[in-house]
T-cell receptor
Framework: SQQGEEDPQALSIQEGENATMNCSYKTSINNLQWYRQNSGRGLVHLILIRSNEREKHSGRLRVTLDTSKKSSSLLITASRAADTASYFCATVPGDYNQGGKLIFGQGTELSVKP | KAGVTQTPRYLIKTRGQQVTLSCSPISGHRSVSWYQQTPGQGLQFLFEYFSETQRNKGNFPGRFSGRQFSNSRSEMNVSTLELGDSALYLC??????????????FGPGTRLTVL
């Protein structure tokens, strides 16, 4: 079963605008990761935030994590048409010591219009 | 370094047949995980291998199996195919023993269609 719930399911914006996607999860986590997928192809890792971190930046990406609310958000600033893709949050359960699995949300489909 | 490669990229099978998918991780990566992606169920974890041993398994029937070779290449097999097995099968590799503590690198996937 999916742990992550993403909101919104679809988002359409103009180039230059900011895009915010939200992710909620149910159980304790070790870390939360965001991935991008273009047109049913492979996933590309964007950013990882650990459970003891509250905010992380990478280029035009900003991720926040609120473990008390079991939620995370991904902000893409100054969006470009090339950002059009599906975005997934994935959590790693807190009780895994070594390996384990990524538990994915249903994803947000972002469309950036030129 | 070459990325994660998956073969074949596309596959069409009929119900009742079996299929084997292959994944070659990034050189030096010893952890390989498999995921199934469908429109209805989204991305679901199948299993993870590390140093030829299955470390974790998702909630899939026994028709789904896998293995990993000494060179870290991995295969997954689906026997007695059902229509619902139509999906994009993704594999991911990681460089560390604690595979989910760091980013995973995904291949382009194998698109399986069951008729």
């Amino acid at each position: 079963s999916q742990q992550g719930e993403e909101d919104p399911q679809a988002l359409s914006i103009q180039e230059g605008e900011n895009a915010t996607m939200n992710c909620s999860y149910k159980t304790s986590i070790n870390n939360l990761q965001w991935y991008r997928q273009n047109s049913g192809r492979g996933l590309v890792h964007l950013i990882l935030i650990r459970s003891n971190e509250r905010e992380k930046h990478s280029g035009r990406l900003r991720v926040t994590l609120d473990t008390s609310k079991k939620s995370s958000s991904l902000l893409i600033t100054a969006s470009r048409a090339a950002d059009t893709a599906s975005y997934f949050c994935a959590t790693v359960p807190g009780d895994y010591n070594q390996g384990g699995k990524l538990i994915f949300g249903q994803g947000t489909e972002l469309s950036v219009k030129p | 370094k070459a990325g994660v490669t998956q073969t074949p990229r596309y596959l069409i099978k009929t119900r009742g047949q079996q299929v084997t998918l292959s994944c070659s991780p990034i050189s030096g990566h010893r952890s390989v995980s498999w995921y199934q992606q469908t429109p209805g169920q989204g991305l679901q974890f199948l299993f993870e291998y590390f140093s030829e041993t299955q470390r974790n398994k998702g909630n899939f029937p026994g028709r789904f199996s896998g293995r990993q070779f000494s060179n870290s290449r991995s295969e997954m097999n689906v026997s007695t195919l059902e229509l619902g097995d139509s999906a994009l099968y993704l594999c991911a590799s990681s460089s560390t023993r604690a595979s989910t503590r760091n980013e995973q690198f995904f291949g382009p996937g194998t698109r399986l269609t069951v008729l």
